[in-house]
């Protein structure tokens, strides 16, 4: 009996450890701990605004030294040709001071006789050519063209002219040029024409 009671205790203890390691040690599990999202702040964009420029005003580049003076230039004329009735006579424009000066647009002419006593009507200006701006170094020449009605074409006894009175553009004092062949009908319309500085003759 006494052998019987100690074999049932050496059962009972190993159960009864199991039991109590079940009780007491129960497997401890730890709760993650609540993290609180990361918020990833988005990246920064910087956006360059171009400045405004402004461009510089377009500027045209004048030849230095103003307007040629009548006191400036001398007038003389070229070879005259004769085209279906009409006289074409170049008035050569030249600079005969010192200095660089400009020319541009018309002359105005008009045929004189004795005393400088005017001649018909000043020349009319051909107004479908452009005016191109003429810079002359000192001794540099240009040259407008002068047109008029052949006189021994239209009428028998013209009356011929001493010489034109020309005036620089933009001037009030006129030039000489003595002439041989200029002419016009007495009591008719004298149909002189000047053409702009610096453009040739277009028949």
């Known amino acids: 009996m006494l052998i019987v009671r100690r074999l049932a205790v050496v059962a009972l203890i190993p159960v009864a450890g199991m039991v109590a390691l079940g009780c007491g040690s129960s497997v401890g599990t730890t709760k993650p701990k609540a993290t609180s999202p ?72 008009s045929a004189v006789i004795a005393n400088g006593v005017q001649l018909g009507q000043p020349a009319t200006r051909e107004k479908f050519t452009p005016t191109p701006l003429i810079a002359l170094e000192p001794g540099q020449t240009t040259v407008a063209t002068f047109t008029y009605a052949s006189p021994t074409i239209a009428c028998p006894s013209p009356t011929l002219a001493l010489g034109l009175r020309v005036y620089p553009p933009n001037q009030t004092a006129a030039l000489f040029v003595a002439t041989t062949g200029v002419g016009a009908c007495p009591g008719a319309d004298s149909n002189f024409t000047i053409y702009p500085i610096g453009t040739p003759f277009d028949s």
């Open 38 to 109: 990361t918020t990833t702040a988005p990246p920064t964009t910087t956006t360059s605004v171009p400045t405004p420029t402004t461009a510089a005003p377009t500027t045209t580049a004048v030849a230095a030294g103003g307007p040629c003076t009548s006191g400036q230039l001398s007038v003389t004329t070229g070879g005259s040709q004769g085209a279906a009735g009409t006289e074409i006579l170049p008035l050569i424009f030249t600079n005969t001071s010192s200095a660089l000066c400009t020319l541009q647009g018309y002359p105005g002419v």
